[in-house]
């Protein structure tokens, strides 16, 4: 099953621990403040743009960043359908010459055993 689309974050979660720079703070021992926890995107590449998370809006983050990823293999899965049935309807156009119609009811017919058989819904 598809996960809801209006709840998918393409991104990475990185945690950091920052330092302040201040002479007497316990960072400049050796201590370490909270993590920092930022989201990064890559935009193009060299091109990066990230954002602090909120404590509070972790979990969701890590749950959309999750959906990003099964939304994608779904979408992986009916790439690879779409190929087998290309291959298979030009392999059937080189056997007999079909209409339109024909060719697209079977297509049709075809992909729907084909997706379901796949798991994605």
């Given amino acids: 099953m598809l996960p809801p689309l209006e709840e998918t974050l393409r991104g990475s979660l990185v945690e950091r621990f920052p330092t302040c720079g201040k002479p007497g703070c316990k960072c ?6 909270p ?4 989201l990064t995107v890559t935009l193009a590449p060299g091109r990066t743009t990230g954002a602090v ?8 983050v890590r749950r959309w960043i999750a959906n990003y990823h099964r939304c994608k293999e779904h979408l ?5 359908i779409n190929r087998e049935l290309l291959r298979r309807e030009r392999r059937q156009l080189r056997l007999r010459t079909a209409t339109r119609t024909g060719r697209w009811v079977w297509r049709s017919a075809v992909f ?3 997706f379901l058989r796949s798991g994605v819904l």
């Fill in 28 to 33: 400049a021992r050796g201590e370490r403040h």
């Fill in 76 to 80: 992986e899965k009916i790439s690879a």
């Fill in 112 to 114: 729907a055993g084909l």
């Fill in 53 to 60: 998370v909120a404590p509070e809006q972790l979990e969701q």
């Fill in 35 to 38: 993590p920092v926890w930022y």
